[in-house]
């Protein structure tokens, strides 16, 4: 199984990102998908998930419920954040998930398979 994130970068504060994670090695539409973060320092966290059997059942952190948009293309086995009004709160690695058959859950022990994390840097 791979999952492969990009799309990171710099940008400034209020700007947007799309992060792209795609599939490799599973079953795409069987597994539900989640993005979390890690700033320097700190643990890895939840931002959003979408489940595998519907992809309108969308949960975010707070910290970005508004301002970023999870969702899926089965057809391309790929994963997207759309991540708008950016924050230097935002800075982190952010890494993409993918769970068998379950629920789209917060945690990260909830979780089968990682990708590597694709750094996003906002700042002035």
């Known amino acids: 199984v791979q999952l492969q994130a990009c799309g990171g970068g710099s940008v400034q504060p209020g700007g947007s990102l799309r992060l792209s994670c795609a599939a490799s090695?599973?079953?795409?539409?069987?597994?539900?998908m989640a993005w979390f973060r890690q700033a320097p320092g700190k643990e890895r966290i939840f931002v959003a998930s979408?489940?595998?059997?519907?992809?309108?059942?969308?949960n975010y952190a707070v910290a970005v419920k508004g301002r970023f948009t999870i969702s899926r293309d089965n057809a391309k086995n790929t994963l997207y954040l759309q991540m708008g009004s950016l924050k230097p709160e935002d800075t982190a690695v952010y890494y993409c998930?993918?769970?068998?058959?379950?629920?789209?859950?917060?945690?990260?022990?909830?979780?089968?398979?990682w990708g590597q994390g694709t750094q996003v840097t906002v700042s002035s």
């Open positions: 979408i489940p595998w059997w519907n992809a309108y059942s969308t």
């Open positions: 998930a993918a769970r068998f058959k379950g629920r789209a859950g917060v945690g990260t022990n909830e979780y089968d398979h």
């Open positions: 090695g599973l079953t795409f539409n069987t597994h539900s």
